[in-house]
């Protein structure tokens, strides 16, 4: 990921914040053979003390499972927004266009659960996305225990704890105000991701611009 400071979000809340309402990941792994495997989960967040663990399931019969039984050592991707930023919207534009983005990694090793354990997941998974909602049909205590039996053979519950927890909030840090300000109302005039970031710009603004200080380029090494 970027090293670069000002791209990155100190916040751990602001980042807590953002895996729980981008629950949709990317967990990445490798055999001992070297392939790369890489499935989409949802997951959950939780804080427990001082740690951080992410909880999750997958199918049985895959390459990603059968690799992470070799390999416990995982990545974890959480993507929030992205777009497209031009240059032409700076104040000086003689500069390269980007691209804004939010993510956050977490780096773990995989720990598959016992059945008991990978139960009670289930039914705080099921409930957790049907919105605490006990009446759902769809939640796992809800469930026919034949479908039940069915499934749950087919799937295996995991648990990571955070070993290493990572983020890059690329939020056009390094521009002057004027340019800042200017990106903001374009990326407005365009798609959702586009407003989703100019939003999170908005937030950042005054922190960034504190007013009556004057603006400092030398804090950028790029």
């Known amino acids: 990921m970027y090293p670069l400071t000002y791209f990155k979000e100190p916040d751990r809340q602001r980042l807590l914040d953002f895996m729980k309402a981008h629950p949709f990941v990317l967990l990445l792994g490798c055999s001992k053979k070297g392939m790369p495997v890489a499935t989409h989960i949802p997951v959950l967040v939780e804080e427990h003390g001082q740690e951080l663990w992410v909880y999750g399931h ?18 974890i991707v959480f993507q929030g927004p992205h777009c497209y930023v031009s240059a032409t919207w700076y104040s000086q534009q003689q500069m390269a266009s980007t691209w804004n983005y939010m993510t956050v990694h977490v780096q773990g090793k995989i720990e598959f659960l016992p059945d008991e354990q990978f139960q009670a997941l289930m039914k705080k998974f099921s409930l957790h996305f049907e ?6 049909a ?85």
């Open 138 to 222: 769809v939640i796992y205590d809800n469930l026919p225990e034949a479908f039940v039996q069915k499934m749950m053979p087919a799937i295996t519950g995991f648990k990571l704890k955070a070993e290493k927890l990572d983020n890059v909030f690329k939020l056009s840090q390094n521009r002057d105000l004027k340019s800042y300000e200017n990106i903001i109302q374009q990326l407005e005039k365009k798609d959702e991701n586009s407003k989703r970031i100019a939003a999170e710009m908005k937030l950042r603004k005054s922190e960034l611009f504190p007013p009556g200080k004057p603006w400092n380029s030398n804090r950028f090494d790029s």
């Open 131 to 136: 919105n605490e909602n006990p009446e759902s």
């Open 58 to 75: 997958m199918m049985r019969n895959t390459d990603h499972h059968k690799a992470l039984l070799e390999n416990s050592n995982a990545l």
